[in-house]
């Protein structure tokens, strides 16, 4: 005989996303009526197909009471939620009726869900009336938005995580892989385990563990990075990998780009000087490109975080608008976003300078199509 304890099932699976880096692992969580909370990899999730990294592992623990608050207080006392929101609100109130409504702001974090960016945006710009709101794109991912919008338009990614496993030709730039993004990183290296003729080149100063995979490791003399890919951009012409009906078609500015880089780094001699390499180490590198068209370029936050961080992305996307490696199955330019949902938090307006829907707080006619949809009595002038 057994005894089956009633206390012990297991309650209905909770499908979550992972809240921790920009990736968007989905979990499984399971929570018994003893409170234990176990988490596990969602094998059914497009973003990470059952794996989970070491923070995505130990979720589980990070949802116990003990030192969780449970309840709003003021001065370190319990309250009501209605007597907490009026005090909150109050003080807002006062704060703008006497200094304006640029004396508040709002700093919001990339665990938000796309929802909550937007209701917290149309507060500030629609009802407080001032630009006074950042999401974590401001120090993650602020340069990818001005680079994509030089580029393209708008702030938009030409890619996917499934063109990891359809490329060729893997460059990674200023991004440690396998220590920021582990999941993706996995999903790499069963690539290359399954197709040894995928190349993977790593572009950091540092030989990180993410160059144990790589078969091409290029340690870059920090901040060089437009450099190199100006320098290829200038190798592409001469070798003729110009792909002139998709440029001719799809793209503008292409010979004020080719004289740019040039003008910089008109050879390989000049860029492997610059740059701290070995000539013919850049040569590898700069053939491996060309002659592979299925070609994925990730950068991450070595290339972001830079006072210069958006010529340097531009730089990247350059070469793939002059050969055409945008748009389709296995190539492009592809950002890795450091912190969860910052996408969503740029599609809904959350940056100082955006409107929801990528509109442009800038533009008259977008400020006021959005406060006519909002029915708000203002709206932020900038």
């Not at 780009?257 to 008109?266: G, P, Q, V």
């Not at 055409?324 to 199955?329: F, L, Y």
Request: aromatic residues 8%; charged residues 20%; glycine residues 10%.
């Amino acid at each position: 005989m057994s005894h089956n304890d009633p206390y012990k099932h297991k309650n209905t699976i909770t499908k979550a996303t992972c809240p921790y880096c920009g990736v968007g692992c989905g979990v499984l969580a399971e929570t018994d009526d003893y409170g234990i909370v176990t988490v596990t990899g969602d094998t059914e999730h497009p973003a990470n197909y059952g794996r989970l990294c070491s923070k995505g592992t130990a979720l589980g623990e990070t949802v116990y009471l003990d030192e969780r608050l449970l309840y709003p207080e003021i001065l370190g006392e319990q309250v009501s939620w209605e007597q907490a929101l009026a005090t909150v609100a109050g003080r807002f109130a006062k704060i703008i009726e006497a200094d304006g409504p640029d004396a508040v702001a709002f700093y919001v974090s990339g665990q938000l869900l796309t929802e909550d960016y937007y209701v917290a945006n149309k507060l500030m710009k629609g009802f407080i009336g001032s630009g006074n709101i950042d999401t974590n794109s401001r120090l993650c991912m602020s340069s990818v938005v001005a680079g994509y919008k030089r580029a393209f338009g708008e702030d938009v990614v030409p890619g996917c995580y499934e063109d990891f496993e359809r490329a060729k030709l893997i460059v990674l730039v200023g991004s440690n892989t396998a220590w920021c993004h582990p999941v993706l990183y996995q999903r790499i290296v069963e690539t290359k385990k399954n197709n040894p003729d995928l190349k993977i080149v790593n572009i950091d100063p540092r030989e990180t563990q993410t160059a144990g995979v790589t078969d091409l490791h290029l340690a870059i003399r920090p901040g060089t990075d437009s450099l190199l890919f100006n320098g290829l951009l200038v190798w592409l012409e001469t070798a003729g990998e110009h792909h002139k009906l998709y440029t001719d078609n799809y793209t503008s500015g292409l010979q004020a780009a080719l004289d740019a880089a040039k003008y910089s780094a008109a050879s390989i001699e000049v860029v492997a000087e610059k740059c701290g390499l070995a000539e013919n180490d850049v040569e590898k590198f700069f053939r491996l490109f060309a002659r592979t068209e299925r070609t994925v370029t990730a950068f991450s936050q070595g290339i972001n975080q830079s006072s210069s961080g958006v010529d340097k992305i531009n730089s990247i996307i350059n070469c793939h608008l002059y050969t055409g490696r945008i748009g389709r199955p296995g190539m492009g330019p592809f950002s890795l976003t450091g912190q969860p949902n910052a996408m969503g938090g740029r599609e809904t307006g959350g940056l100082a300078n955006q409107l929801a829907a990528h509109m442009e707080i800038s533009n008259k006619t977008h400020r006021q199509r959005l406060k006519r949809f909002w029915n708000s009595p203002v709206i932020a002038q900038s």
